[in-house]
């Protein structure tokens, strides 16, 4: 099985980068491509006129029209799969997914293809690991970690940088986006490397793994 996995931003690829490999092991390949930030699904899902513009939602529509007609022209031989990765925020995941779901219906022929949505933001799935934050991160803050509930709406990176950042989420933030977006992907590559894929406390992350075991089983 050969993957195309799309993610909304560079600490997504980062992180993904480090786990596909341990997750698929021997006998597949995988490309992953990174995006300027989430966006919204096109209205009416028309395809966007500006693909240039690196928003991994605003492209979808024609991004799985193309691997439905490069998909098709490989044949069984060489079976393929879109992974769709990205963060709910603060959308509604049967909305969300429904959408989803309703551009990937409107592609013929259909490349094969799965959704999975961190919730509700990328950091729950280093939250669904403890140890390997704790690793990483040896000073920690007990007390945000343990107060952590897998996958609740609670303002994840936020939650994250109080447990790991010199002066925690409000001083991250004070620095702007550009300070947030690059110290996402330090926790990225500091924490991934010590997960477990295994032992994860995300549901999220979990349906994930799930997704990726059942097309490579």
């Known amino acids: 099985m050969h993957f195309e996995i799309l993610v909304e931003d560079q600490s997504g690829k980062k992180m993904l980068e480090i786990l596909v490999p341990t997750m698929i092991g021997e006998g597949h390949s995988y490309k992953i491509t990174s995006y300027k930030g989430v966006g919204h699904i096109p209205t009416n899902m028309r395809d966007t006129k500006t693909a240039s513009n690196r928003i991994l939602l605003e492209n979808l529509p024609k991004l799985l029209k193309g691997y439905g007609k490069t998909f ?14 990205c963060d709910l925020d603060d959308k509604c995941l049967t909305t969300f997914t429904g959408q989803l779901q ?6 013929h022929p259909q490349p094969e293809t799965r959704f999975c949505i961190a919730i509700e933001e990328g950091e729950a799935w280093f939250l669904g690991d403890i140890p390997a934050v704790k690793t990483a991160y040896p000073n920690a803050q007990n007390a945000v970690l343990n107060g952590y509930v897998n996958d609740s709406i609670c303002g994840t990176w936020e939650k994250l940088a109080d447990a790991v950042y010199p002066g925690g989420s409000r001083a991250l933030s004070a620095k702007g986006w550009k300070a947030a977006g690059a110290e996402k992907s330090v926790w990225a590559e500091k924490i991934t490397p010590h997960m477990d894929v295994e032992n994860n406390a995300s549901p999220s992350f979990n349906a994930f793994k799930t997704e990726m075991d059942a097309l490579t089983a």
């Open 72 to 85: 098709a022209g490989y044949g069984a031989d060489f079976p393929c799969a879109v992974i769709l990765v």
């Open 102 to 107: 309703a551009i990937l219906d409107a592609c």
